[in-house]
């Protein structure tokens, strides 16, 4: 059991009971290719959010007050899929008890285990994926729980939309919705970007956050850093946006690959993740009941899934 409480919160604001926000840490680095140590993130991300100022001065509020339980580590890393097992099983559990569940990793595979869950939980899923890298890949060294597969699966069974991508393989043009892919180069371009995208999603908007999105000049600490990143203010202006306009269900947040002598990356993920907290229960009083809507008899699969299209093949 966890002794440390998220961001050193009481114990009146972090029982499970009385918590609308579950957090489930995912120290998961098994697949990564190139600078290991994504399986620190979590850690590194809850020192960081220990030390940071919890009264949210853009909206003159104090979410965690709406009770935030730290979940056991997921530690399975027995082979990359049970641990994709062992996140969806988790996931689903703290959904099904009502939470509005969030997830910090750890690589990005992780995020097929979450996705994987909200789809089973939630009717017609858009997934919105924040990266520098498209993620498409069907298989990847071997494995279809490689990070370069986070969204494959999404790709196939929801409403994918893909924010601030700079980087693919040739390959995966093929199987990408250009239409749902605002590569960062166009969006550099284009104001509109942010009304365009969420005109895209669907009403139940799971968000993938991977931190390679951001520029690297404010988010150097991530396993594979790519130039012409997201900035601070656009990215909190878009998810503002977003969860004022739809129904955020539940988000991760990866690829955070700390750095012992520089720390400004690990308060970055701090801040976003409490933000994040923040626009989703900006309209919440601390004693309204919470209701995460889940669907406890789905059996619709999502109108977006693309199964039936390969069945034909
Ligand atoms: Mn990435």
């Not at 990005?108 to 498209?134: K, P, Y």
Request: proline content about 3%; aromatic content about 12%; overall charge negative.
């Amino acid at each position: 059991m966890n002794t440390k409480t998220y961001a050193g919160i009481e114990d009146q604001y972090s029982r499970l009971d009385s918590s609308k926000i579950v957090l489930i840490p995912v120290p998961y680095d098994g697949t990564s290719t190139w600078q290991k140590g994504a399986d620190k993130g979590p850690d590194a991300f809850l020192n960081a959010s220990e030390n940071m100022e919890l009264y949210d001065i853009e909206t003159e509020t104090e979410v965690y007050k709406q009770g935030v339980f730290l979940a056991d580590a997921v530690t399975e890393n027995i082979s990359p899929e049970s641990m994709v097992d062992a996140v969806h099983d988790i996931t689903k559990k703290y959904i099904k008890k009502n939470k509005f569940v969030t997830t910090f990793g750890g690589e990005h595979s992780i995020s097929i285990g979450t996705i994987r869950a909200f789809n089973e939980c939630f009717d017609n899923l858009t997934v919105l994926q924040i990266d520098a890298h498209a993620d498409l890949r069907k298989e990847y060294q071997g494995s279809k729980y490689n990070h370069a597969c986070a969204v494959y699966e999404a790709n196939q069974t929801t409403n994918l939309i893909q924010v601030g991508i700079r980087s693919m393989d040739i390959k995966e043009t093929t199987v990408m919705d250009v239409e749902k892919t605002y590569f960062a180069h166009d969006m550099a371009e284009d104001d509109n970007w942010m009304d365009s995208a969420i005109d895209q999603m669907t009403e139940n908007v799971y968000i993938t956050f991977d931190l390679d999105a951001f520029d690297p000049s404010i988010m150097p600490s991530t396993g594979t850093p790519e130039p012409g990143g997201l900035l601070w203010y656009e990215t909190l202006e878009f998810l503002r946006q977003v969860f004022e306009e739809k129904n955020v269900v539940g988000f991760d947040i990866v690829e955070l690959c700390p750095n012992a002598t520089n720390k400004s990356s690990d308060f970055l993920a701090a801040k976003l993740y409490y933000k994040m907290l923040t626009y989703k229960f900006l309209n919440d009083e601390v004693d309204d009941e919470f209701d995460n809507n889940f669907n406890e008899s789905k059996i619709d699969i999502n109108k977006f899934s693309k199964f039936n299209d390969d069945d034909d093949n």
